[in-house]
């Protein structure tokens, strides 16, 4: 999922922001629905692999997309900029957590965790803009986080152990939205510069699969054309989003975000078959509702700020 990217600012009259809906609702409804099917239609191959064909197919495709808007030079531009190198250093590792973790929990059959975690990014975004940029929590913030904290807690005592897997997602993802508002780089030229930095080492790990005979590309033509297929899964969610992002609100931006972490519950529960007893059942309860003193928040800060 890309929720914390830095968009330009959106264009609102009536018919751009009814694109840009479409584009918002198909882009995290392709995050929520499509996305998790992929990884579990092909989860035969390793999720180490999976994740090397995300940016060994995704990183071509970027270079196009660029191509196309004639936005190529956008990477040096973007690479020149004082401080932005260490950035993506540190963002190229937090996405690589995330998009690992998040294909563990298909394949694994633990995507209603993944949801959750999506659910919570928000709040750990507001959270680690308190702890790390020193912003003040609203007291409705402050109540969302708090009950979010309160979820956590059942859950964790519900099963016994800590939700790893919704810790992981949410705290990465919110880490990732934090380290690229200090780039000067778009969402597609950010991320074809992190495909790029993890190209060599993704390159290296599937001529290490290949010899070691654990590789499933190259095995037959479903799985071969599933695995190049990993970059226009991770791709088209982000030009949608992009496209989305240019032409709606930032809070409209953030209520649709969680039809994707909805999906993936729908999906984990309906189709996957995932169980999701009493003590599942209070905890994302109280997710919700932390979701919903959020969003409520997050409205009137808008309509207080004077925009129509």
Same mark, same amino acid.
């Given at each position: 999922?890309?929720?914390? !990217?830095?968009?330009?600012?959106?264009?609102?009259?009536?018919? *751009?922001?009814?694109? $840009?809906?479409?584009?918002?609702?198909? @882009?995290?409804? &392709?995050?929520?629905?499509?996305?998790?099917?992929?990884?579990?239609?092909?989860?035969?191959?390793?999720? &180490?692999?999976?994740?090397?064909?995300?940016?060994?197919?995704?990183?071509?495709?970027?270079?196009?997309?660029? +191509?196309? /808007?004639?936005?190529?030079?956008?990477? /040096?531009?973007?690479?020149?900029?004082?401080?932005t190198r260490r950035w993506l250093l540190l963002s190229t590792a937090v996405i690589t957590l995330n998009w690992f973790v998040f294909i563990l929990a298909v394949v *694994?059959?633990?995507?209603?965790? +993944?949801?959750?975690?999506?659910?919570?990014?928000?709040?750990?975004?507001?959270?680690?803009?308190?702890?790390?940029?020193?912003?003040?929590?609203?007291?409705?913030?402050?109540? +969302?986080?708090?009950? +979010?904290?309160?979820?956590?807690?059942?859950?964790?005592?519900?099963?016994?152990?800590?939700?790893?897997?919704?810790?992981?997602? @949410?705290?990465?993802?919110?880490?990732? $939205?934090?380290? /690229?508002?200090?780039?000067?780089?778009?969402?597609? *030229?950010? !991320?074809?510069?992190?495909?790029?930095?993890?190209?060599?080492?993704?390159?290296? !790990?599937?001529? &290490?699969?290949?010899?070691?005979?654990?590789?499933?590309?190259?095995?037959?033509?479903?799985?071969?054309?599933g695995l190049a297929g990993g970059g226009i899964i991770t791709v088209i969610p982000l030009v949608l989003f992009a496209s989305a992002a240019r032409r709606l609100r930032?809070?409209?931006?953030?209520? !649709?975000?969680?039809?994707?972490?909805?999906?993936?519950?729908?999906?984990?529960?309906?189709?996957?078959?995932?169980?999701? $007893?009493?003590?599942?059942?209070?905890?994302?309860?109280l997710i919700w509702c932390a979701v919903a003193v959020y969003s409520i928040d997050a409205w009137r800060a808008h309509r207080g700020s004077g925009k129509s």
């Open positions: 999922m890309k929720t914390a !990217l830095n968009p330009t600012p959106p264009l609102v009259t009536p018919p *751009t922001a009814s694109v $840009g809906a479409l584009h918002g609702i198909a @882009a995290y409804l &392709w995050w929520g629905v499509l996305t998790p099917l992929y990884f579990r239609e092909f989860r035969e191959a390793s999720p &180490w692999e999976l994740l090397a064909w995300r940016v060994l197919g995704g990183l071509p495709l970027l270079f196009l997309l660029l +191509a196309v /808007r004639g936005n190529l030079g956008s990477i /040096r531009h973007a690479l020149s900029a004082r401080g *694994t059959e633990r995507l209603t965790e +993944a949801s959750l975690g999506y659910y919570i990014n928000p709040l750990v975004s507001v959270a680690l803009g308190m702890l790390v940029l020193g912003e003040k929590l609203r007291p409705l913030q402050a109540c +969302a986080v708090a009950i +979010a904290v309160g979820g956590v807690v059942v859950l964790t005592v519900s099963q016994g152990s800590l939700p790893w897997i919704s810790l992981v997602l @949410a705290l990465s993802f919110g880490l990732y $939205g934090l380290l /690229r508002k200090r780039m000067a780089a778009g969402p597609a *030229t950010g !991320l074809t510069i992190e495909m790029l930095v993890l190209l060599p080492a993704m390159l290296a !790990l599937e001529i &290490w699969l290949i010899g070691g005979g654990s590789a499933d590309f190259g095995t037959e033509t479903r799985i071969s054309l930032l809070v409209t931006v953030g209520l !649709l975000q969680y039809l994707a972490p909805t999906a993936q519950l729908a999906l984990a529960v309906l189709a996957f078959g995932e169980p999701f $007893g009493t003590g599942r059942a209070i905890a994302f309860s």
